[in-house]
């Protein structure tokens, strides 16, 4: 059973930088697409980010376009998100997502197996 944990979530100002990783366990990590979500309190799902199996077909969501950039680690069987230039709507629980048919999906339905997600707040 494939499971994902991230971390690297926390508290930070304006303009400052977080980096996020996805820890990714129990079947071959470069079989599967790779992708970042984020929720906000009362809002939709968004997509962030997604990263083919290779580490090619990136792409990214409108709104984090030039500041945020994902990458993976096929060694390490991790994912990594890092956010630069930080805006308070960026504010949300970030989820990694993992999944094995599709690779550069924007869609959540795509994605076989969630994290637990962790919580990016960016005070103004």
């Known amino acids: 059973q494939v499971m994902l944990e991230e971390s690297g979530g926390g508290l930070v100002q304006a303009g400052e930088s977080l980096r996020l990783s996805c820890t990714f366990s129990?079947?071959?990590?470069?079989?599967?697409?790779m992708a970042w979500f984020r929720q906000a309190l009362g809002k939709e799902r968004e997509f962030v980010a997604t990263v083919g199996r290779s580490g090619g077909h990136i792409y990214y969501g409108d709104s984090v376009k030039g500041r945020f950039t994902i990458s993976r680690d096929n060694f390490k069987n991790t994912m990594y998100l890092q956010m630069n230039s930080l805006k308070p709507e960026d504010t949300a629980v970030y989820y990694c997502a993992a999944g094995i048919y599709y690779s550069g999906s924007d869609n959540s339905k795509h994605y076989d197996y969630w994290g637990q997600g962790t919580q990016v707040t960016v005070s103004s």
């Open positions: 129990g079947r071959p990590f470069s079989n599967y697409a």
